[in-house]
Every structure is written in structure tokens, then in C-alpha cells.
């Protein structure tokens, strides 16, 4: 009964969340993603079976997840999960939010950040797209600097934001990363700086295997 109650746990967190990125999604791609449309608009042409799929993407991806990690040792676990997390919320709150100043104050990217609209041949907004990356990268840089005590987290996120994620400039375009190159290093840069400083409350180096 405890695994069932645990599976049914994650399910429902999984399928709130499923049902909370879509729709946002919904709600911020009106007008090509730049404006938000209100809430009764956005929900006009989904059907009750979309928001049904949205919920169950959610819980299938989150059970997988939580599947894939259990096995994993515990401390390595924590550093995998944590730098999931953390990398895809810092791509909101470093990378995006430097590319909206940038757009909006200097004007020297022409992208604001923030874009619902979906990416070239797929339904997948280029927020989501970003933060999927940022998960990505968050995980592996939280386990080299769990591996490596000796790395320094702030200049090792830097440079790994700087040089790994700008790798996804070769990707079918991602809004903004067809700008200059040193733009993308600063801001990706941004990135993994962030990523490494939001990884400290996570203490992945204060405990043992």
C-alpha cells in the first residue's frame, strides 16, 4: 500500500503540473507568443481531452522520472534531482530574465525572452524548450561538481553555461540564438552562474555516499 499511495502521490503531483505548464502555454501564446491572452479566451478551442493528455504527459514523465532515479544511490540522487530542478528554473530566472534586460533596457538582442511561440517543426514552446535544456544541464553540472570537490561551482557554472549551452545554438533555431556569439556566452554564462549559486543550499558536497 505505501508504494501504491507513493505512486499515486507523484502521479497527482505530475498531472497538476502537466496541467499547469500547458496552461500557461495556452494562456501565453496568444499573439504569437509575445502577449497574453485571458484565461476564458485561451480555454475557448481546448477540448476536455487535451486538458486530459496534458495531465497524463505530466504523471507519466514525472513516474518515469522518479523510476529512473530510484535506484540511483542516494546523495547522487539528490545532486541529479536537485540540478534538475534548479537548471530549468534558472533558465526563467538568469537566462531569460538577462536576455528581457538586454532586449528591453539595451536593446542589443532582438529577442525579449520569455517566447511561448512554438519551436520550427514542433508544438513545444521555446520557454519549454530552454528549460528541458537547462534540466539537462543543471543535472550533469550538479554531478561534476558532486564528483569534483576541487572545481570551484560559481567560475565551473560560468564556464559550463558559456561553452555547453551555447552547444544548442547548432539546434534548429531557439529564439535569440542566432545573435552575436558573445552575447550568448554572457548570457548562457549567466546561466550556469546561476545554476552553480542556486546549487549551494543544495549542499552537494557535505555528505557521503
Known amino acids: 500500500m505505501a508504494w501504491f499511495r507513493w505512486l499515486l502521490r507523484i502521479a497527482l503531483c505530475g498531472a497538476l503540473l502537466g496541467l499547469g505548464f500547458f496552461l500557461a502555454a495556452t494562456v501565453m501564446a496568444g499573439n504569437g507568443g509575445t502577449t497574453p491572452l485571458p484565461l476564458g479566451t485561451a480555454l475557448d478551442d481546448v477540448a476536455p481531452s487535451t486538458l486530459g493528455r496534458a ?3 505530466g504523471a507519466a514523465a514525472l513516474l518515469v522520472a522518479q523510476l529512473l532515479l530510484r535506484p540511483i544511490p542516494f546523495w547522487t540522487r539528490r ?9 530549468a528554473v534558472a533558465i526563467v530566472a538568469f537566462h531569460q530574465s538577462s536576455l528581457f534586460v538586454l532586449h528591453q533596457v539595451f536593446h542589443l538582442v532582438p529577442e525579449r ?3 511561448f511561440a512554438p519551436l520550427p517543426s514542433s508544438n513545444l514552446p521555446a520557454l519549454y524548450g530552454l528549460m528541458l535544456a537547462g534540466a539537462l544541464g543543471g543535472g550533469a553540472l550538479a554531478l561534476a561538481l558532486r564528483a569534483v570537490h576541487a572545481l570551484p561551482d560559481l567560475l565551473t557554472g560560468f564556464l559550463f553555461g ?5 552547444l544548442f545554438s547548432v539546434l534548429p533555431r531557439v529564439p535569440g540564438f542566432d545573435d552575436v556569439w558573445w552575447q550568448w556566452l554572457v548570457i548562457n554564462g549567466g546561466w550556469g552562474w546561476g545554476t552553480a549559486f542556486l546549487m549551494r543550499p543544495l549542499a552537494l558536497r557535505g555528505g557521503g555516499e
Do not use: Y
Not at 545532486?79 to 537548471?87: D, N, Q, R
Not at 558559456?162 to 551555447?166: E, I, T, W
Open 55 to 57: 495531465a497524463g504527459l
Open 113 to 115: 525572452g520569455f517566447l
Open 79 to 87: 545532486a541529479l534531482a536537485g540540478g534538475l530542478t534548479v537548471g
Open 162 to 166: 558559456a561553452f555547453g549551452l551555447s
